[in-house]
């Protein structure tokens, strides 16, 4: 039989458009390539695959077709075609001419009307020819017969389902597949907008077809049926009847069957290469033009012989053998992606002494080699060593396993601690701060020049994903081995590394080795285009990478005791709100329901008659909600109260304790570089940006961060409002500046310029609101937003911005010539050069483009203000570590340094710290730090 593909374009161009929504693919020049790289690996898979014989690709035009002449409302209420799509589209047409693929198009005509039309004229005119329909549509089962059939790409890992009359049967639970136009009339179609009839789901459609088999039959037979189901069917009879029809694919479009042409030829070589070029698609230009050697078979497994001798391989290469053939399970791994199954690998164990001596020569000799870690937990100061992988070249790479005896596992690291030690050396790897902490806990210090893929593209994309398999993928086309095929789905029953077969530990860990050495090349040459990137990668990032991991195994000490009172309190306090909240409500429900919650404060109580609903039909009850019901009801504000105690309790009272690590006594967070655009450094485990600080309960939690011993003190370090000097800084605004200049309380200042009043006559409420307004700029807040968080009119929030901008008019200037140049630019950048692309700036969606240009305001100022204190935590550390202090530095958060300090070493750390910070950058105005001092971090601070 040869094989005719059809292809829906626009549902194979929506589903990679949407499957690249996280992490978009996007251009030098700012184009979303996401959809046309999805559809055409799509159309490349199946060609590599299934080697068609025939191929013919189906659009949709704008043209209305008989369902919208008949039907207005067909596909009325769909949201508008992203902006990307629409542009997407004229590049997936002109690549799949490129590839010389037929285009099947047709005003008045549907694409799923072209392809069942074709479908059924190829299988009558030729009985040599089966047909594949690749959509993931499901009104094709209607199309399906013997030689016709639906090919659903792979989806959420899934693999590829091809469906014939059995499957679609079986699929829709009905006899035969013309019964699928019937299950579509009773139950409607919500995506096309297509009615059905009310109150007739999948399943009910489904009892009603098997039992009367037709919707002609079903309609004879209403009398039969009982209640709202009988109603409706007779009510809404002719509504689907025109369902029905509506759902029905057209098999008689005016489009001739042309087998001649859609016979699968050779590419368009003079189309397509400026095409890839433009598209910047390298990996697929190698890959469609045969630029790149054709994928060999996974190598063999090493015979005894070989394992024996394997030291004798270090120093070349060993080809696989001519005559191996690749296995069934290896052709079935095959997809548009490389993997291990169909790419040629050197990964070799090495077990012993001797063995490892070895190694450690090899790599000795290189100026960089690529390492990685295999531990027991991700937690690092927990972790313990499975095992170490290296690579120095490609495709090749040494395991080296740990034994579980830690006395033993020690003796085996400390063969290594020369070759990290080695200045001369650059040593790579992916997130290579957690490397560096589970060496540490070996006594094994890194030293010399580092690299971390991780940071790399964080600096090059910062808001895409960072992690090796991602990237692997974007840049060499290659999937990784997954973990979880090693050790299971993360969860409590994941199972743990030292449990995994050497074999495929091995695999596993010298393949991450390779993948990432392999990465390199590829982020050397995107940082090349950007100098500043490379010097922000070496001068900042990478340093600091070396700090957090020492801020991490030092810890923080926390007052168990105390938490357990506080845990008791919120306890109790939280029954007494809660039996307040019943009192006020006149009876007891449960307050943490949303449902039972809204029909409380909105069925019984009727305090708001235009109260909205989610989607499941429970009122919305959040903060927002409660916050404006506050004035109307005292119940709203106890509801809020008795939140804020739960989760205070439960996030963090009870929560923080079982953090602390059995091995040191101490919590130990994991800062993450990589996470936010714009630079600032997040937390987990525990998240320590989200602890609390404008509650008073809420405070009291930083009561529990104390000193190591009697012998330290808590000092903590602070920016003074650091994002308003930078963007005096940025605006050279001379108001703003002299404001901080000469040490005037900024916000005071801001009052008496807007509201036209002496310094000494603002009250706490204009300083209020100039507060608001001056951190609204920087947040690009607009006069409604203003007005929401001050609770005044519209009208008095915009003549406040006003009149904010006429007397600081360096800010305003400021802030146009930055949206400006970022429409030019495409991007914004901080005071060290990191950038924050905006690829939405020139968006005809107006809330898109409003959204990138508060961004192109924010993210210099705020990534600025993130750059100045990772410089200053460098110096800092590099200061402690000068003088040999006894002190440690031992969180950050948000613009604040907080410290384990020596009670003997208060005073000189106090002056050199505000020396440091105040002098990272320098920003033309003044800087200002607050420390404090005190037995825990809320004293302190």
């Keep these: 039989m040869k094989k005719l593909f059809l292809f829906d374009a626009m549902a194979l161009i929506y589903r990679a458009h949407f499957a690249f929504a996280k992490t978009p693919r996007i251009s030098s020049k700012g184009l979303n390539t996401s959809a046309v790289f999805g559809f055409t690996n799509t159309i490349l898979e199946v060609i590599q695959k299934e080697k068609p014989d025939y191929l013919g690709v189906a659009f949709d035009t704008s043209a209305p077709t008989f369902r919208h002449i008949e039907y207005t409302p067909y596909k009325a209420q769909r949201e508008k075609q992203p902006e990307d799509i629409t542009i997407a589209i004229p590049y997936v047409k002109k690549l799949v001419e490129a590839l010389d693929i037929p285009i099947l198009i047709l005003d008045g005509y549907e694409a799923d009307d072209i392809i069942g039309t074709i479908a059924k004229k190829a299988v009558r005119a030729n009985p040599e020819i089966e047909v ?442 939280s029954r007494e709100v809660q039996q307040k909240i019943f009192e006020v409500a006149g009876q007891e429900f449960n307050v943490a329901s949303p449902k039972q919650l809204g029909e409380i404060l909105f069925e019984k109580l009727k305090l708001d008659p235009k109260a909205k609903k989610t989607k499941t039909g429970q009122y919305q009850t959040g903060e927002e909600i409660l916050s404006k019901l506050e004035a109307e009801h005292e119940i709203a504000r106890l509801i809020l109260d008795f939140r804020e105690l739960q989760k205070l309790k439960s996030t963090y009272v009870d929560a923080l304790p079982q953090l602390i690590s059995p091995k040191t006594g101490r919590i130990h967070t994991s800062f993450m570089q990589a996470v936010t655009a714009t630079g600032r450094l997040s937390s987990k485990d525990p998240n320590l940006q989200n602890i609390p600080i404008r509650t008073p309960r809420g405070r009291e939690i930083r009561k529990a961060f104390i000193p190591r011993d009697e012998n330290f003190q808590i000092l903590s370090a602070d920016y003074s409002q650091i994002e308003l000097r930078i963007m005096a800084a940025f605006a050279q605004d001379e108001a703003m500046l002299n404001a901080f200049n000469q040490g005037i309380d900024v916000h005071k200042a801001t009052a008496a310029k807007v509201f036209k009043v002496g310094l000494d006559e603002v009250t706490s409420e204009l300083r209020r609101r100039a507060k608001a307004v001056n951190f609204g700029i920087i947040y690009g807040q607009s006069a409604f937003g203003l007005a929401g968080s001050l609770g005044i009119s519209r009208t008095e929030a915009k003549e406040i911005i006003d009149q904010y901008f006429v007397e600081f008019p360096g800010v305003k200037a400021f802030m146009d010539t930055t949206i400006t140049n970022a429409r030019e630019l495409g991007y914004v950048e901080t005071v ?56 440690r530095m031992i969180l950050t958060v948000h613009d604040e340094l907080v410290f384990d300090a020596h009670v003997s070493e208060i005073d000189y750390l106090r002056t050199h710290i505000d020396e440091i910070m105040c002098q990272a950058l320098d920003l033309g105005v003044k800087i200002e730090t607050g420390i404090g001092v005190g037995m825990n971090w809320l004293e302190a601070h």
Aim: charged share 30%; proline share 4%.
């Design 132 to 573: 594949y329909m690749m959509t993931p549509d499901k009104d094709y089962g209607q199309l399906v017969e013997e030689r016709i059939k639906m090919y659903k790409p792979a989806f959420m890992g899934k693999g590829v389902e091809v469906l014939g009359p059995k499957e679609v049967c079986a699929k829709w639970n009905i006899q035969n597949v013309d019964q699928v136009i019937d299950m579509l009339g009773l139950m409607g179609d919500a995506v096309d907008n297509i009615p059905g009839v009310p109150g007739v789901g999948e399943k009910t459609a489904q009892k009603l077809i098997e039992e009367y088999g037709s919707m002609e039959n079903l309609f004879k037979n209403t009398d039969k049926l009982k209640g709202k189901l009988r109603e409706n069917l007779e009510n809404f009879q002719e509504q689907g009847m025109l369902s029905r029809h509506l759902a029905t694919i057209l098999c008689e479009v005016p489009i001739e069957y042309e087998e001649e042409r859609l016979i699968k030829t050779e590419p368009n070589r003079e189309l397509l290469e400026p095409l890839l070029d433009e598209l910047e698609f390298r990996t697929l230009r190698r890959r469609i033009l045969g630029e790149e050697p054709e994928p060999v078979a996974a190598k063999a497994k090493a015979s005894p012989k070989v394992a024996a001798n394997q030291m004798d391989m270090f120093g070349s290469p060993v080809a696989a053998p001519a005559d191996f053939m690749m296995s069934d399970e290896a052709e079935e791994a095959v997809s548009h992606f490389n993997n291990l199954a169909n790419t040629a690998h050197q990964y070799h164990l090495v077990q012993g002494e001797a063995a490892i001596k070895s190694l450690i020569g090899f790599l000795a000799r290189q100026t960089s080699f690529c390492f990685d870690t295999e531990t027991t937990s991700l937690t690092a100061v927990e972790a313990e060593l499975v095992g170490m992988s290296f690579a120095y070249r490609k495709g090749e790479a040494f395991y080296v396993p740990f034994p579980a005896d830690q006395a033993e596992a020690q003796a085996q690291v400390d063969l290594f601690k020369e070759l990290f030690a080695n200045e001369a050396i650059q040593k790579v790897a992916q997130n290579i701060k957690y490397d560096m902490s589970v060496l540490a806990n070996y006594g094994v210090e890194i030293k010399g020049a580092t690299y971390d893929t991780m940071l790399a593209h964080y600096l090059i994309e910062p808001e895409k994903r960072h992690n090796m398999d991602a990237l692997s993928m974007a840049y060499l086309s290659y999937e990784p081995l997954s973990i979880e095929t090693l050790i299971g789905k993360k969860g409590a029953k994941q199972g743990n590394m030292r449990d995994v077969a050497l074999e495929d530990i091995k695999e596993y860990a010298a393949e991450d080795a390779d993948v990432t050495l392999q990465l390199k090349p590829f982020l050397d040459e995107q940082l090349a285009k950007n100098p500043k990137a490379i010097e922000l990668l070496n001068e900042v990032e990478l340093p600091l990478a070396r700090v957090l991991s020492k801020i991490e195994c030092e810890g923080v000490n926390l007052d168990v005791a105390f938490l357990q009172e506080m845990s008791k309190t919120l306890e109790t306090d």
């Design 832 to 887: 060290l050069g990191r950038r924050r692309y905006l690829r939405d700036i020139l968006s005809a969606n107006m809330n898109e483009r409003s959204f990138a240009e508060r961004n192109a305001i924010n993210a210099p100022i705020q990534g600025s203000a993130a750059d100045m204190i990772k410089v200053a935590m460098i110096r800092i550390q590099a200061f402690i570590e000068r003088e040999n202090l006894k002190s």
